[in-house]
T-cell receptor, first 113, second 117 residues
Framework: AQSVTQLGSHVSVSEGALVLLRCNYS??????LFWYVQYPNQGLQLLLK??????LVKGINGFEAEFKKSETSFHLTKPSAHMSDAAEYFC???????????FGAGTRLFVKA | DAGITQSPRHKVTETGTPVTLRCHQT?????MYWYRQDPGHGLRLIHY???????DKGEVSDGYSVSRSKTEDFLLTLESATSSQTSVYFC????????????????FGPGTRLTVL
């Protein structure tokens, strides 16, 4: 069975600093991986996804993530944080042929002025 | 934004009462999902649907039932609400030409905050 672990329930960065949100997965077969973002009082929206093409995936709002099979990781990064990036971020994994996407517990990002 | 609405957006009810949450989409997507979101747990799948009248259980389906009589509507029912079902409920939709939903982007509704007293 697949699972996903997000390291750190809360991450705080200064505006302009690097954003790094960590995600590790467990899967017996090659996974598909996603990052979603949730702004306050809204539903989730897709930031980016890895579907076995390029290992470095670029998403919206300047975010990117790199699939590293050897480390079973899919960390999300952004070079320079903006106040508008403050939100909760969810890593998720799914497997070929499955209807079920498994979400991590989420990481809340705080951005300090 | 994907055309997904959820109703009601907020509801307070008492233990033991039945509750029905509605998800309505205007995208004509085949797949629909109900999740619950709880602190420390992320989103957990309750039930999903892969077509009209075709539904299946997710990882936390106990105490919940669903129905889908039309492509656009997916109903979630709590037959007898309990305090452990206090949560935020999200509906999501996706479309897959191949029938393999594993690479689908899911589009989420705005959520329903349910409180069971």
């Amino acid at each position: 069975a697949q699972s996903v672990t997000q390291l750190g329930s809360h991450v705080s960065v200064s505006e302009g600093a690097l954003v790094l949100l960590r995600c590790n997965y467990s899967s017996s077969v090659p996974p598909y991986l996603f990052w979603y973002v949730q702004y306050p009082n809204q539903g989730l929206q897709l930031l980016l996804k890895y579907t076995s093409a390029a290992t470095l995936v670029k998403g919206i709002n300047g975010f990117e993530a790199e699939f590293k099979k050897s480390e079973t990781s899919f960390h999300l990064t952004k070079p320079s944080a903006h106040m508008s990036d403050a939100a909760e971020y969810f890593c998720a994994v799914s497997l070929t042929g499955g209807f079920k996407t498994i979400f991590g517990a989420g990481t809340r990002l705080f951005v300090k002025a | 934004d994907a055309g997904i609405t959820q109703s009601p957006r907020h509801k307070v009810t008492e233990t033991g009462t039945p509750v029905t949450l509605r998800c309505h989409q205007t995208e004509n997507h085949r797949y629909m999902y109900w999740y619950r979101q709880d602190p420390g747990h992320g989103l957990r799948l309750i039930h999903y649907s892969y077509g009209v009248k075709d539904t299946d259980k997710g990882e936390v389906s106990d105490g919940y039932s669903v129905s889908r009589s039309k492509t656009e509507d997916f109903l979630l029912t709590l037959e007898s609400a309990t305090s452990s079902q206090t949560s935020v409920y999200f509906c999501a939709i996706s479309e897959s030409a191949s029938g393999d939903t594993s690479t689908d982007t899911q589009y989420f509704g705005p959520g329903t905050r349910l409180t069971v007293l």
